[in-house]
């Protein structure tokens, strides 16, 4: 797939306010592409940009090889689901999909053979005669979508398209967003402040912050090797740590000194250099939690710590372990359920443990780092998301909000 939508050097103001900050951005035909990131990152501005109801301050927009830019809306081969579907009330579905075509006076007979492609599509032949009001929000979502490719878009855009859905209608429109971009194979812009969705649905994904792009990556990416300390607490949960590094080993691993870890490795990817300040993330499925003392630890990446908390969740069961001044996340999947066997619980001294390939290192004092403690509360009381140490700076980074 080669590139063929393309930001260049995007930005816009409303006021003082920076909402999007010198973008640059490629995206290839085809891709199901997502901008993600918290409320105010400037994710859905660029969809605007992009869409013509916004114009840039500096910057273009390219589609195809053509400048776009200066094109009026109705001009432009992008479409628009908005997370209020906008179906006319007092028109059918079978007339609500029609719509596009009718003021483009195409052949009656061309707009009822595409019609009825697109109820296909939807699986809603039996719902044609009905109203939105007598739909269910996943219907009317549907709808919305069939509306918006009927007339061949060479993009489509889905603004946060899931967010007045209940849980389980949300997953469901997952599968079923996906299984249809497979089918008319056209591109995806979708934005949302949801991982899950994110995650769930893109080839790729650029995580937003302040106007600008954090990090653009593959999921897998973004999730095991994200480039930023903002990206690593905002992508899932990740435990962090204050850190230097002493020495450098081999194979591409280092040895780092954190207060209170008897002895650290960690993969160097980034190749930070000895005497650099770090945060060292791990993720909370990473970690073995045991009360014994692992046999194979090899004296490094085990610690010794408290059971201060457990949450039982079915599939997995969360553990938070005071290690020092460390109050660390750790998930234990049950992969089996034995019945006679002692769960870990609370007050018991346990065994914390990692592989050096677990892990992940990000230089310290950046301005990702600033960002970091930016990201809006959880709830009432929670710090941004984030366990703070004695020094201010974060040390656990809970689960995002959804």
């Known amino acids: 797939m080669s590139d063929f939508l393309e930001f260049k050097d995007v930005s816009k103001h409303f006021g003082k306010v920076r909402a999007v900050d010198h973008v640059s951005l490629s995206i290839k035909k085809g891709e199901f592409f997502s901008l993600l990131g918290p409320s105010g990152c400037g994710k859905t501005t660029l969809l605007r940009i992009l869409a013509g109801f916004e114009y840039p301050d500096t910057g273009r927009v390219i589609l195809d090889g053509q400048d776009i ?12 689901i908005f997370q209020s579907y906008a179906l006319f009330p007092h028109m059918t579905v079978w007339q609500n999909i029609a719509f596009g075509l009718q003021i483009a006076r195409r052949p009656r007979a061309e707009i009822s053979e595409e019609v009825d492609k697109m109820l296909a599509l939807i699986q809603m032949k039996d719902q044609a005669h009905k109203r939105p009001d007598q739909l269910s929000g996943g219907q009317k979502q549907r709808v919305a979508v069939a509306r918006a490719l009927i007339n061949k878009p060479q993009v489509l855009l889905l603004d946060e398209p899931l967010a007045a859905l209940d849980l389980k209608l949300r997953q469901r429109m997952l599968i079923e967003l996906d299984q249809i971009h497979d089918e008319v194979g056209i591109t995806f812009l979708y934005v949302t402040h949801d ?23 593959t999921p897998g990416e973004i999730y095991e090797a994200p480039k930023s300390s903002f990206v690593a607490a905002f992508i899932g949960d990740a435990n962090f740590f204050e850190g230097k590094v002493v020495e ?37 499925e990473k970690f073995r939690i045991s009360r014994d003392r692992p046999l194979e630890d090899n004296h490094h990446n085990v610690v010794q710590g408290r059971v201060e908390d ?8 969360k ?8 109050r660390i996340s750790v998930y234990q999947q049950h992969s089996r359920f034995m019945l006679d066997e002692k769960p870990i619980t609370w007050k018991e001294i346990v065994w914390l443990s990692w592989h050096g390939d677990d892990g992940f290192m990000l230089e310290r004092y950046s301005e990702s780092d600033e960002k970091l403690m930016e990201l809006p509360p959880d709830e009432p009381g929670d710090t941004n998301g984030v366990s703070l140490g004695a020094n201010g700076l974060p040390v656990v980074a809970r689960a995002t909000r959804t």
């Open 69 to 80: 830019t200066d094109l009026p809306p109705n001009h432009r081969k992008v479409n628009t």
């Open 319 to 326: 553990y938070w372990v005071r290690v020092q001044d460390y």
């Open 248 to 284: 450098l080993l081999d194979d591409n691993f280092c040895r780092l000194e954190v207060e209170g870890f008897p002895d650290v490795v960690c993969y160097n990817d980034n190749q930070i250099h000895v005497g650099n300040p770090v945060y060292l993330s791990v993720r909370p």
């Open 195 to 217: 991982q899950g969705e994110a995650m769930s649905l893109s080839d790729r994904i650029a995580v937003m912050n302040g106007g600008k792009i954090e990090q653009i990556g």
């Open 310 to 317: 457990v949450i039982y969740l079915g599939s997995v069961t």
